[in-house]
């Protein structure tokens, strides 16, 4: 849905998204997903638009950066009120990506589109309020588990009330696809030196793994294949 609308506003490229695992004690990592947008004009190096999201998947970190960039694009560009993106929710950036809502008075739209236009509203907000519960709550678990490590490291209680079950949702809460091309994996960090290396499901972290190639892809409708020219270039 964001590169439909983004293709309405005229953009040239695919939205970049950047995803980094915030590495937390007590199986309480979680992801953030950095999206940036580049204006239309080729040769672009510099985003004109950025947002983040917050998850506790690599899917859900994706879908909360790219629902925050819809939002914000649909406030910005006001050739998107008379299109079929006029009903989605729109709003102001805030402190570290995140947003307060700004809603269109629904008692202004025709009679047969208001109820459509408050369910709209209602999920936008009852999204907006479980993220930040979400998070609030994941924040003081861990702070919990923090002051009861101490009374485990004194031998009073069981190692594995430290180690909660990580965060795995069924099989078919999945979201769509957010198009573009998923680059190779690009150099990592270093292996992380201390007590509590990073339990990295890929292995030892090299040095000499190729960068990334070029992540600008162009959006449908520019002329030619979009995965031939990247993988050509790649």
């Given at each position: ?78 050739l ?15 402190e ?37 519960e ?73 040095s000499?793994v ?23 270039d790649?």
């Amino acid at each position: 849905m964001l590169v439909r609308m983004m293709s309405v506003a005229g953009y040239r490229w695919y939205p970049e998204y950047t995803v980094e695992e915030q590495y937390r004690d007590f199986n309480q990592s979680e992801y953030m997903c950095t999206i940036r947008v580049f204006p239309d004009y080729p040769g672009a190096e510099e985003p004109i638009n950025w947002s983040y999201g917050l998850g506790v998947t690599v899917d859900m970190a994706v879908q909360d950066a790219s629902y925050s960039m819809l939002t914000i694009m649909r406030v910005r560009h006001a050739l998107l009120q008379n299109s079929e993106f006029c009903y989605a929710p729109s709003s102001q950036p805030g402190e570290e990506g995140y947003l307060s809502g700004v809603y269109f008075d629904s008692s202004l739209e025709d009679p047969l589109l208001q109820s459509t236009t408050e369910m709209l509203e209602n999920r936008d907000r009852d999204a907006r309020a479980l993220r930040i519960e979400l998070y609030a709550t994941r924040a003081r678990v861990w702070m919990a588990l923090t002051q009861l490590a101490r009374i485990v490291q004194t031998g009073y209680g069981d190692m594995e009330m430290l180690n909660p079950v990580r965060t795995h949702l069924p099989a078919h809460v999945d979201w769509p696809a957010i198009g573009g091309v998923t680059p190779l994996r690009g150099p990592l960090l270093p292996p992380v030196r201390g007590p509590r290396p990073h339990p990295c499901t890929y292995g030892s972290q090299g040095s000499q793994v190729r960068v990334f190639p070029d992540p600008q892809v162009e959006l449908p409708g520019h002329g030619g294949n979009l995965y031939q020219m990247f993988y050509a270039d790649a």
